[in-house]
């Protein structure tokens, strides 16, 4: 059975508004200092930072500070569009995606941040309460302290890679005191170390393995602590552009991670589309994800409300339409007639939407991913057509694929909340361990042994059943020209450190799409302004109207803005992001 989550408002502080410090809510029935220092009040503190993967509101309004970051990670690159109902449906998102408009007053953006902290108050009420009793007494202690302590870094990582300028307390710091608390106490760097240290400590804390299904375990701080480090190995100047030279020390410790993590028995799922079928959710692949269930006692079920508004309009699931694949990301999957990436000039002309008379080559991976005009919809009983869109003249046809179930699973909601299932999302799983080593491996120079680790995945894509036509005549008769390779030094590609940056970066687009990474690997790579503005928005435009005046703004746009609710509160003690 799946580790069940407990929303606990009657010990965590909930609040009905973002403007005010989540630490300063009067609590709903708040629970006494006696039942919380038992061990079940205890564990109840532990359950509640878990609940908070989902969202610590627990509801329907998860959507609006989503903990998946479609809109954070994936609508601020070139990959995705915010999709709905026009640019005034949830005109917020919209600013964050074209970058215009985006003003410390955003109120969805206060609303995250103010989320965020409540998450990491949880991990500090839950760790204050450990630290205060025996293992006698609560024999699970420095388990539990583990979970703990990864959750807390989980969370503040999270606000490092949004905001940037975070102030950074933990358990030993009084509530009264936290509004004395610069968000400038440490630079970006210093936070980063901070997490990756938490991670280390945690590490040392957690078993291998878990009785529990959805707990987190010693393997997962280790690839957690790998990809804070990652982000730490490309140092950034004060207008946040990464400052050109990686650190070799930390990424020679991502290596040694990694190799630490793959000790644990993880593996790549046998085929991609495994990734979005529950029987494969707690597979060799998952590394650490967020767990959701149905008909769990609950009126709706535990499920992914971030995801809430991400399904199509129908006929398959009548939901919202946002969360759009765009142009970009689907000319991206194009392949040579070696089968391998068109890394350089992929975007020049637009593929085809019907399948029908498909002339490209196409990787396999696409058709998991994005719903297209004539391509099969898992195994829904008629093939995506023009009406699964909700607005084709502002944000063109396809829809999200990766990570919905199909409509006939038995893990699917039927009807509202639309889309939702018992699906995890995977926040990390093996093919990250495998492209994190990766990359390090290339910055080392060492890209020869890098070549296996991004081959293996392009042959998990290669070797997946892939989606058949329509009325297919045969097995093989397939929906587009599935072709996908390996890379072969000397035969397809040359192979140096130059080239295989570049296929790596782009294996990590093809992989990884629609789930929450992309902007923030153009960030630390230091490309965020040359891909959405020279690479992007500049052909996007032409087919797409709402991004004519789309522009991200070097040495701004890479973080949020502080929200102005919480420069307020601090009194003016918070520094504001360069920009704003």
């Not at 989320?115 to 991990?123: A, F, I, L, P, W």
Request: proline share 4%; net charge neutral.
């Amino acid at each position: 059975m799946k580790f069940k989550y407990i929303i606990l408002t009657g010990i965590i502080m909930v609040a009905t508004a973002c403007s005010n410090d989540f630490l300063t809510t009067v609590p709903k029935g708040k629970l006494s200092d006696v039942v919380l220092t038992t061990p079940d009040g205890i564990e109840a503190l532990c359950t509640a930072a878990y609940s908070a993967l989902a969202g610590p509101e627990g509801d329907a309004q998860a959507f609006l500070s989503p903990t998946n970051n479609w809109i954070y990670g994936e609508v601020r690159s070139e990959d995705a569009y915010k999709g709905g109902g026009g640019i005034g449906d949830l005109w917020e998102f919209n600013a964050m995606e074209t970058f215009t408009g985006l003003y410390a007053n955003n109120g969805l953006l206060d609303r995250k941040w103010f989320r965020m902290y409540s998450s990491v108050q949880r991990c500090n009420s839950a760790i204050s309460r450990l630290n205060a009793v025996t293992v006698a007494d609560v024999p699970l202690k420095g388990v539990r302290l583990g979970e703990m302590r990864f959750l807390r870094a989980h969370y503040y990582f999270e606000l490092s890679r949004l905001f940037n300028k975070i102030p950074y307390f933990d358990e030993n710091v009084a509530i009264a005191d936290y509004v004395k608390i610069s968000n400038t106490e440490f630079t970006r760097d210093q936070i980063l170390e901070k997490i990756a240290n938490e991670f280390s400590a945690a590490a040392k804390l957690l078993p291998e393995t878990q009785p529990e299904k959805g707990r987190v375990t010693k393997y997962a701080a280790l690839a957690y602590e790998a990809k804070a480090i990652l982000y730490r190995a490309y140092p950034q100047d004060a207008k946040n552009a990464f400052t050109g030279t990686v650190n070799s020390t930390l990424l020679n410790k991502v290596v040694t991670l990694c190799d630490s993590v793959s000790l644990g028995g993880y593996g790549l799922l046998p085929d991609f589309q495994q990734l979005a079928e529950v029987e494969h959710e707690h597979g060799p692949e998952s590394v650490f994800c967020i767990e959701y269930s149905i008909n769990d006692g609950t009126t709706n079920g535990r499920i992914n409300w971030s995801n809430l508004l991400n399904v199509p309009k129908g006929p398959a699931y009548s939901g919202d339409g946002f969360f759009q694949p765009s142009q970009n990301l689907v000319n991206s999957y194009k392949t040579d007639a070696n089968g391998v990436p068109q890394l350089d000039t992929y975007n020049s002309t637009n593929l085809m939407t019907v399948a029908d008379g498909l002339a490209a080559n196409v990787d396999p991976r696409l058709d998991f991913t994005v719903g297209r005009i004539g391509v099969r919809w898992k195994d829904y009983s008629a093939p995506y057509d023009i009406n699964w869109a909700r607005e084709p003249a502002t944000y063109g046809t396809y829809s999200t694929k990766k990570f919905l179930v199909s409509t006939n699973s038995p893990y699917l909601v039927k009807g509202w909340p639309w889309g939702g299932s018992s699906l995890n999302y995977q926040i990390i799983r093996y093919a990250d361990i495998l492209l994190w080593k990766a990359e390090a491996l290339i910055e080392l120079g060492r890209q020869t042994e890098a070549l296996p680790m991004i081959n293996a995945i392009r042959n998990r894509a290669k070797n997946s059943k892939y989606v058949l036509a329509w009325n297919n005549t045969s097995p093989t008769d397939y929906a587009a020209n599935y072709k996908i390779s390996t890379y072969q030094d000397g035969v397809n590609c040359t192979w140096n450190q130059a080239f295989a940056r570049k296929a790596l970066r782009f294996e990590r687009k093809l992989e990884l799409a629609m789930e929450g990474e992309r902007f923030f690997d153009l960030v630390r790579w230091g490309v965020a302004d040359q891909v959405l503005n020279n690479e992007y928005f500049v052909q996007e435009k032409s087919i797409r109207a709402f991004l004519k005046n789309a522009q991200f703004m070097k040495g701004k746009d890479e973080y949020f803005p502080i929200p102005q609710n919480q420069i307020n509160y601090s009194a003016g003690l918070y520094s504001q992001n360069p920009g704003y």
